[in-house]
T-cell receptor, first 115, second 108 residues
Framework: DTEVTQTPKHLVMGMTNKKSLKCEQHMGHRAMYWYKQKAKKPPELMFVYSYEKLSINESVPSRFSPECPNSSLLNLHLHALQPEDSALYLC??????????????FGPGTRLTVT | AQRVTQPEKLLSVFKGAPVELKCNYSYSGSPELFWYVQYSRQRLQLLLRHISRESIKGFTADLNKGETSFHLKKPFAQEEDSAMYYCALSGGNTPLVFGKGTRLSVIA
């Protein structure tokens, strides 16, 4: 399996809802990433997990809470989001070892709309 | 600080014409450079990495350390090349840094 999968593909949530985004890979990658991508913009890094431990948090608001239950799974828990959080959320993974210095493989993304 | 600059937001070329997407970087050590492509409604995917020196879909890119550039080239553009192209840099323990992207439009 050489793909990163993400569920759901689309998500609409109100500002008081709690929801989760899921990401899965079975390539043996030990670094996993969450990105936020607005239309016609490059991905913005949110979080990096290396060997299931959070290694980078790019000053993301606490209404976004990442979780890495095991080496294949990555979750992003969402709570009390704002309309400006509407975006495409991308998950990526890379080979074992350093969080940087390796090409990343991206999932198709979850299109999130906050109403 | 690491920085990737893609000077063109949009590049329009005619089918069959040569294509060059520019990328310049700023990094004090030895970086790894990549080109990613995002076709309409598809996932961001790796196109090229400088260490493998390969040609994918007719595209090539050479790392020029003197000019700190990693331009993407193709001799004859095809309509299916129309997409968003991102140059990215990785160095040491830091994750990818993306440029702002160049939208390539190939006109029939």
């Amino acid at each position: 399996d050489t793909e990163v999968t993400q569920t759901p593909k689309h998500l609409v949530m109100g500002m008081t809802n709690k929801k989760s985004l899921k990401c899965e890979q079975h390539m043996g990658h030990r670094a996993m990433y969450w990105y936020k991508q607005k239309a016609k913009k490059p991905p913005e890094l949110m979080f990096v997990y290396s060997y299931e431990k959070l290694s980078i948090n790019e000053s993301v608001p606490s209404r976004f809470s990442p979780e890495c239950p095991n080496s294949s799974l990555l979750n992003l828990h969402l709570h009390a989001l704002q309309p400006e959080d509407s975006a495409l959320y991308l998950c990526a993974s890379s080979r074992p070892g350093l969080a940087g210095g390796r090409e990343q493989y991206f999932g198709p993304g979850t299109r999130l709309t906050v109403t | 600080a690491q920085r990737v600059t893609q000077p063109e937001k949009l590049l329009s070329v005619f089918k069959g014409a040569p294509v060059e997407l520019k990328c310049n970087y700023s990094y004090s050590g030895s970086p790894e450079l990549f080109w990613y492509v995002q076709y309409s409604r598809q996932r961001l995917q790796l196109l090229l990495r400088h260490i493998s020196r390969e040609s994918i879909k007719g595209f090539t890119a050479d790392l020029n350390k003197g000019e700190t550039s990693f331009h993407l080239k193709k001799p004859f553009a095809q309509e299916e090349d129309s997409a968003m192209y991102y140059c990215a840099l990785s160095g040491g323990n830091t994750p990818l840094v993306f440029g702002k992207g160049t939208r390539l439009s190939v006109i029939a």
